[in-house]
Every structure is written in structure tokens, then in C-alpha cells.
């Protein structure tokens, strides 16, 4: 079965949310491929299971707490989210996450930055900064939830955390690094191609309505 890349453009949270655990429940029954869903949130914090109340503190941005691993991350305009919507027929979360790893690693390398792994801390790293965070959930061996890799974020928003426990001057973006910014089309393009690479699989773009069109299902 050929997985699909699906490009939401900019959505809301709770939408996407929404959307990530109907197509979860789908993938369970067979119902559709394996799929990436590429998009972008308006400003807002979610916090993972590790969240620690010194981590965070409540601010006026939205908040969600989520099912994934990980601990509090902000969301953004200029950021580019990635949740893999995949059917572990291995059960092997692990190697979820090191594709994961491998699609971002190689995305930035396209790029001409040299992304790299930390053992001790998950995410993919920059000259010691920190550019992706990961965090996944898995229900019924399908994964939701994902990936978030600084593209053109305004870096700023992590001060409103301690972003997985770091201090926020710990984080990079791909413009920062560069001292340009980038065409998200480019960078999304790079991303599915990376991930259908690491996967070693096929993927297409599809072309489908926002979730919120009644022809969903």
C-alpha cells in the first residue's frame, strides 16, 4: 500500500488533534495508508506525559495536554509539524523514532546544516542547540503526534517554557542558522521525500480537503 503525504497548510490544534486520532482509528481498520500529515499551528504550548510544573507555567497562549511522550514544546507560525500517521506492523517504536530522526537529520542536510542525534536528550540537535523535537503516541500499534522542526519559528515563544526541560536559549531554527529565511513549500517537500527515503517505502501527495470539509470521513 503506497502511504500518502497529506499538506494541511496552517490549522488549528484542536482540529488537527482531532484529525490525527480519526485517521489513527482508520489506519487500525485498514482503512487508509500509512500517512504523513505536514502543517503548521498557530501559537500554543502542549505538554507531554514528562511535563513537570517547573517546566511550565500557564500563559496566555493556548494550552493542550496530549497523550504523547515528551515534555512541554511550543508550536508556531514558521514551524513546520509533522505527524506520521503509521501502522507499526513490527511494534518497534524505537525504529519510529530513529526514521523520524533520519528524515529530519537528511531534511537539513538538503539544506546545508549538519543536524545530529544526543543520545541522552531526544530531538535533533544543531552546534549543541536544539532545531526538531520529537514526541510520539502510539494507540493500537498505530502513531500519531510527531515531529516539530524550526524552520522560520520565532524563537522567542519558547521563553513562555522551559521547552523539555531545557533553557529556551537552547533552541535554533534552520533562518537562524542560515541568516535567511526559508520556503516552508521547499522544506515540506524535502521533509516527505526524506521520510518516504527512511521508510523505504512510496509515498504520494494527496490531494484532500482541510478535515473540517464534510467529505472527510
Not at 35 to 63: R, W, Y
Amino acid at each position: 500500500m503506497t502511504g500518502e503525504v497529506i499538506d494541511l497548510g496552517t490549522i488549528g490544534y484542536r482540529e488537527a488533534w482531532d484529525l490525527q486520532r480519526q485517521l489513527m482509528e482508520r489506519r487500525a481498520q485498514d482503512q487508509i495508508p500509512d500517512t504523513l500529515l505536514l502543517l503548521e499551528h498557530e501559537h500554543v504550548i502542549t505538554l507531554g506525559k514528562k511535563t513537570s510544573p517547573e517546566n511550565f507555567k500557564p500563559q496566555e497562549v493556548p494550552v493542550y495536554q496530549v497523550e504523547r511522550g515528551g515534555d512541554a514544546t511550543y508550536h508556531g507560525p514558521g514551524q513546520l509539524v509533522g505527524y506520521p500517521i503509521i501502522k507499526l506492523v513490527d511494534h518497534d517504536v524505537r525504529k519510529h523514532v530513529v526514521i523520524i530522526e533520519r528524515t529530519l537529520v537528511n531534511t537539513l542536510e538538503r539544506f546545508g546544516i549538519r543536524g545530529g542525534i544526543l543520545a541522552e536528550h531526544p530531538g535533533v540537535w544543531v552546534d549543541g542547540k536544539k532545531i526538531a523535537s520529537i514526541g510520539v503516541a502510539v494507540t493500537n500499534w498505530v502513531t500519531y503526534h510527531g515531529f516539530a522542526l524550526n524552520v522560520n519559528t520565532q524563537l522567542a515563544y519558547f521563553d513562555l517554557i522551559r521547552p523539555c526541560g531545557m533553557d529556551p536559549a537552547s533552541m535554533t531554527s534552520m533562518q537562524k542558522v542560515l541568516g535567511k529565511r526559508l520556503e516552508m513549500a521547499g522544506v515540506k517537500a524535502a521533509v516527505g521525500e526524506e521520510f518516504a527515503a527512511a521508510r523505504n517505502e512510496e509515498y504520494v501527495t494527496a490531494q484532500q480537503p482541510a478535515p473540517s470539509h464534510p467529505t472527510v470521513k
